[in-house]
C-alpha cells in the first residue's frame, strides 16, 4: 500500500488516540508558524485498547464522533499514527534522479529483504532524504513499512466516525516534527541537543534530538494510569480535579503522599533516561530536558526534575507562539499542552 503515508493535503485534523483518551487538533497555516483552529479531546474507558490493540473500536468511534462535534471544525480529512513497535524502517541507499514511480519500484523490490512479513499483508512508504555524502549519484530514502491489520483497525474506527484517514503517519516522525517545532524555541547551541520526557498513561518515552533529527529513544513501562485510578478510587477525584486542587492546595489527606511518589518515580525515570544516553559513546550534551504526557502536568514537577538532573528543563508547549481561533478555549489548550505533542505533530503533517 505505497503512498498511504505521504499524502499531504492542506488541512488536516491531527487525531490521538492512546489508552486514557481521543483528541483532535486542527492548524492552520499563519505566516510563518500555525493558529489553532479546533481542538477536543475525550476520555475512554479503561481496556478500549489493550497494548496499542482498539479491543472496542464502536467505543472509541463514539469519543471520536463526540469529540469532532466539540471541536467546532468541519475538517473531516484526518491523520492519525500507528505506535513505533509497530513500524519497521530502513534507511536505504539508492540511485539519485528516479522518478516517483521508479523509486516506488525499486523499493517495493528491495523491501523483502528487510520486511519479516509477506509484502500483501504490509503498507509500505518511503521518504527522500538526500543525497548521500560523498556519493553525488546516490540519495538515501527511507522506507517504512507496518502490518495491513494496523492501518485497516484505524481505518475502521475511523469510518464508524464517519471521518476519512489522509495520512497514517508513525508516531516517532509525529513527535519528531513536533519536537523540531519546540527546539526552535530554546536557545541551543549546534553542539548540544534536547532531550523530551513523554510520560503517558501506561509508556513513558525518552528522546534526543540533534541536527534536527531524533538520535536517541528509548520506552519504559511506567505511566499516569496506576496513579490516576488509584486517586479515584480512594479519594474520588478525576485527574482534571486532581491537578485543579494541586493548584489551589486543597488536596485531601494523604494525596499529597501518592503524588509525591509519583514524582519521585519521575525523577528517577529522568535521571536514569538521561544516564544511559550519556553513556553511549559519542554523544552530544544535552542542553535542555523537556518534559510532555499526562505526567508532566503537576505543579512544580520541572523544577524538581531541574534540581535532580541539572539540566535546564521546561514544560512542552507547542502552541506557546501560535494564535488561537475564538473557538478554542485558550485556557483548557494551555492546560492539556503538555500532552498533546502527538496531536500537533500530525495536525503539522499536512503542511510538509
Known amino acids: 500500500?505505497?503512498?498511504?503515508?505521504?499524502?499531504?493535503?492542506?488541512?488536516?485534523?491531527?487525531?490521538?488516540?492512546?489508552?486514557?483518551?481521543?483528541?483532535?487538533?486542527a492548524l492552520s497555516r499563519?505566516?510563518?508558524?500555525?493558529?489553532?483552529?479546533?481542538?477536543?479531546?475525550?476520555?475512554?474507558?479503561?481496556?478500549?485498547?489493550?497494548?496499542?490493540?482498539?479491543a472496542d473500536p464502536e467505543a472509541v468511534a463514539m469519543a471520536l464522533s463526540r469529540a469532532w462535534r466539540r471541536s467546532g471544525s468541519r475538517l473531516k480529512d484526518v491523520a492519525v499514527a500507528v505506535a513505533g513497535d509497530a513500524v519497521i524502517s530502513k534507511v536505504i541507499?539508492?540511485?539519485?534522479?528516479?522518478?516517483?514511480?521508479?523509486?516506488?519500484?525499486?523499493?517495493?523490490?528491495?523491501?523483502?529483504?528487510?520486511?519479516?512479513?509477506?509484502?500483501?499483508?504490509?503498507a509500505l512508504d518511503f521518504e527522500?532524504?538526500?543525497?548521500?555524502?560523498?556519493?553525488?549519484?546516490?540519495?538515501r530514502a527511507l522506507l517504512v513499512a507496518c502490518r495491513n491489520e494496523l492501518v485497516e483497525s484505524l481505518e475502521s474506527v475511523l469510518a464508524l466516525a464517519e471521518l476519512t484517514p489522509r495520512v497514517v503517519d508513525t508516531q516517532p516522525l509525529a513527535l519528531e516534527r513536533c519536537l523540531l517545532m519546540l527546539a526552535a524555541q530554546?536557545?541551543?547551541?549546534?553542539?548540544?541537543?534536547?532531550?523530551?520526557?513523554?510520560?503517558?498513561?501506561?509508556l513513558t518515552t525518552f528522546s534526543v534530538l540533534f541536527d534536527r533529527q531524533v538520535i536517541y529513544a528509548r520506552?519504559?513501562?511506567?505511566?499516569?494510569?496506576?496513579?490516576?485510578?488509584?486517586?479515584?478510587?480512594?479519594?474520588?477525584?478525576?485527574?482534571?480535579?486532581?491537578l485543579l486542587a494541586q493548584r489551589q492546595g486543597g488536596l485531601p489527606e494523604g494525596c499529597n503522599e501518592a503524588l509525591q511518589a509519583f514524582e519521585q518515580e519521575v525523577l528517577q525515570q529522568a535521571?536514569?533516561?538521561?544516564?544511559?544516553?550519556?553513556?553511549?559513546?559519542?554523544?552530544?550534551?544535552?542542553?535542555?530536558?523537556?518534559?510532555?504526557?499526562?505526567?508532566?502536568?503537576?505543579?512544580?514537577?520541572?523544577?524538581?526534575?531541574?534540581?535532580?538532573?541539572?539540566?535546564?528543563?521546561?514544560?512542552?508547549?507547542?502552541?506557546?507562539?501560535?494564535?488561537?481561533?475564538?473557538?478554542?478555549?485558550?485556557?483548557?489548550?494551555?492546560?492539556?499542552?503538555?500532552?498533546?505533542?502527538l496531536a500537533c505533530g500530525l495536525a503539522m503533517r499536512g503542511f510538509d
Not at 541551543?188 to 510520560?199: E, M, N, R, Y
Open 1 to 25: 500500500m505505497l503512498g498511504l503515508f505521504s499524502k499531504k493535503p492542506s488541512s488536516l485534523l491531527g487525531i490521538d488516540i492512546n489508552a486514557a483518551s481521543v483528541t483532535l487538533l
Open 30 to 54: 499563519q505566516g510563518a508558524g500555525y493558529r489553532v483552529e479546533a481542538y477536543a479531546r475525550e476520555a475512554l474507558a479503561a481496556n478500549v485498547l489493550l497494548d496499542q490493540h482498539i
Open 93 to 122: 541507499e539508492v540511485p539519485a534522479g528516479l522518478s516517483d514511480d521508479d523509486l516506488e519500484s525499486q523499493l517495493a523490490l528491495e523491501a523483502g529483504q528487510y520486511i519479516p512479513y509477506p509484502l500483501e499483508d504490509v
Open 128 to 139: 527522500v532524504q538526500g543525497c548521500v555524502p560523498g556519493k553525488p549519484l546516490r540519495q
Open 186 to 202: 530554546l536557545p541551543v547551541t549546534a553542539l548540544s541537543a534536547v532531550a523530551l520526557l513523554d510520560i503517558g498513561p501506561n
Open 219 to 242: 520506552e519504559q513501562l511506567f505511566g499516569t494510569r496506576p496513579l490516576m485510578a488509584a486517586l479515584e478510587q480512594r479519594f474520588a477525584l478525576a485527574p482534571e480535579a486532581v
Open 271 to 341: 535521571s536514569r533516561s538521561l544516564q544511559l544516553f550519556a553513556d553511549s559513546p559519542g554523544q552530544p550534551p544535552v542542553a535542555w530536558l523537556l518534559l510532555a504526557g499526562e505526567g508532566s502536568r503537576l505543579v512544580g514537577l520541572d523544577r524538581q526534575v531541574e534540581r535532580q538532573v541539572g539540566i535546564a528543563t521546561r514544560i512542552a508547549n507547542p502552541f506557546l507562539n501560535m494564535s488561537v481561533s475564538s473557538q478554542v478555549d485558550a485556557r483548557t489548550l494551555a492546560d492539556d499542552a503538555p500532552s498533546l505533542l
